[in-house]
């Protein structure tokens, strides 16, 4: 897979997930669930771009 293609797959997953902490969550602990999701895909993304890193050098 591509990293657009991941990319694509996992900010849908990051926003479908930050509608359901918007509407489930109360908003008094809301702000450390988005903050935490936040973290969470930033942290996808440095994974996807070093699993990916190995093969864009090879090609």
């Known amino acids: 897979m ?3 293609k991941l990319f694509n797959i ?3 997953v990051f926003l479908l ?3 359901l902490v918007y509407f489930f ?3 008094t ?3 450390v669930v988005l903050v935490t999701l936040a973290i969470l895909f930033g942290i996808y ?3 996807i ?4 890193k190995p093969k864009r ?3």
């Open 25 to 27: 969550i109360p908003h």
């Open 10 to 12: 996992g900010y849908a």
């Open 45 to 47: 993304q440095l994974i």
């Open 2 to 4: 591509t990293f657009k």
């Open 49 to 52: 771009l070093w699993k990916l």
């Open 29 to 31: 602990y809301g702000w």
């Open 17 to 19: 997930a930050f509608l």
């Open 57 to 59: 050098s090879t090609s």
